[in-house]
């Protein structure tokens, strides 16, 4: 099962989110394939640059091709001396494995987890990577981690739209109100689930 990762905020802006959006490959390439056709829009799928009439396609489109999604959220504090880096760092490794693990109860067999490769150094990102093979080998011995290019990887676009939304939601931005009405509809329905660390 293929789980898509993208992470939205920083501490710095009062709260980091995580999306990991389980869905094949297959679906979010037509998912994104059926955006495109409807919206007239091109280039990378980003959740900043949307709109709420688009954000809540995206979620229409989630459910129709059998996608869901846990997000998480978490509101760090920097404690006198601590470094911004390390602290960016380590929150996102908890929500990676938190978003991630809770997914694999679900989880009929192997799991690939699909990181975007865009937030951290390479050597960063491979210790990250290394990190959610650990978690989700515990699972089923033939699941794996990779890292990829968010332009190329509809899965990892629709997880940014994600982690945007519940991160707009977290930090209480002027469009807050209408996207958590947006959402509200897919997490009665268990397509999202949202979840705080």
Known sequence: MPIFCDESGAPATGAMTLAAVAISDEGADALLHRFRTVTGLGGELKGSRIDPIERALI??????????AVITTARPTREP?????????????????DAIGAHLADAPGPVTALIDDGRYSGPTLAHVRDEVEKLIDGH???????????????????ADVLANSAWNIAIASPRSGRIAAILEPFIHNGVIRMRSI
């Open 59 to 68: 979620l229409e489109l989630l459910e129709r091709f059998g996608g869901r």
């Open 81 to 97: 001396g601590e470094d911004a880096g390390t602290l960016d760092l380590s929150t996102y490794s908890a929500l990676l494995a």
């Open 140 to 158: 089923d011995p033939a699941s794996w981690a990779e890292l990829r290019d968010s332009r190329r990887t509809a899965g990892i676009q629709i």
